[in-house]
Nanobody, 115 residues
Framework: QVRLVESGGGLVQAGGSLRLSCASS????????MGWYRQAPGKQRELVATIGYGITNYADPVKGRFTISRDNTKNTVWLQMNSLKPEDTAVYYC??????????WGQGTQVTVSS
């Protein structure tokens, strides 16, 4: 059984920063890609950033403001979010994909940016 635990969400003023963490545990080996997604009220879940095979990928709205990083020895991925905007308000989800193609999701952490 694979478990992902996210932390670091909260309430912050526009222009502020937050750092999200996602630690995975359980029977997960050979993680291929780790990523962050978000879902705002009334909207579909969308990609924020991914990291895998030495490549990082960011959605256009967060480029230059967010940074994704990972520690393979700890099976942990982080999302550093700077210059936050009210439109960044959403529930942020961590996802990992194994080499076999299986996807695992975290429970989500709320990020609220006030104007």
């Amino acid at each position: 059984q694979v478990r992902l635990v996210e932390s670091g969400g909260g309430l912050v003023q526009a222009g502020g920063s937050l750092r999200l963490s996602c630690a995975s545990s359980g029977d997960i080996f050979n993680i291929a890609v780790m990523g962050w997604y978000r879902q705002a009220p009334g909207k579909q879940r969308e990609l924020v950033a991914t990291i895998g095979y030495g490549i990082t990928n960011y959605a256009d709205p967060v480029k230059g403001r967010f940074t994704i990083s990972r520690d393979n020895t700890k099976n942990t991925v982080w999302l550093q979010m700077n210059s936050l905007k009210p439109e960044d308000t959403a529930v942020y989800y961590c996802k990992i994909r194994s080499l076999s193609g299986a996807d695992y999701w975290g429970q989500g952490t709320q990020v609220t940016v006030s104007s």
